[in-house]
């Protein structure tokens, strides 16, 4: 099985104005940096350099999500290539911390209580989502309208953030709810996954660090 068959691929977006400025986005919609942009060009470049064509790409109603997508498929020369955007792909909803400095959000509420809230699977920051929320919301989409293309061979590109990726990645790669705490995804890291040809279980191939 080749690059070009048979496989998603799962990028985080590239550094935002609130990731740089250590703000909690969620479903805010901040522009990429300058190096959120030469992240998500490196990340092209490097799925050219692997060979990869895709015959379908995702994303979120963002815009950090969706320029990323914008500028990956431009370095592989796909700018024609059909986009869907959908906000089952959108950022968790960090509800009341939302646009709050992370250092000033662990000041008021505690170390652990932030940790636990920006980490945990099912902790609800107050008026918004949990990740175990986030995955009940996007599941249901991923099965329906994103598997189905990769196991009938299809190569598909989805551009979403670091947390409702993670929420796919617990099931995706069964990551215990205990566990999730300690995954993490960069910047325009790019995680690849492959259509078994058993039983059309994604099983995870590589993961690809593209954050400067």
Known sequence: MDSTTHTLVLVRHGQSEDNERELFSGLRDPALTARGVNE??????????LGY?????FTSRLQRAQHTLALILEELSQTDLP???DAALNDRDYGALAGLNKTEARARFGVKQVRSWRKSSDAVPPGGESLAMTA???????????????RSGKCVLVVAHGNSLRSL??????VAPADIEDVNIGTAEMLIYRSNAD???LVRAAAIACSS
């Open 40 to 49: 998500a060009r490196a990340a092209g470049r490097r799925l050219k350099t």
């Open 53 to 57: 064509r895709f015959d379908h790409a």
């Open 83 to 85: 986009v869907h955007a």
């Open 136 to 150: 009940a919301r996007l599941w249901p989409f991923f099965e329906r309208a994103i598997a189905p293309r990769v």
């Open 169 to 174: 990645l617990m099931r995706l790669d069964h």
């Open 199 to 201: 039983d059309q279980t």
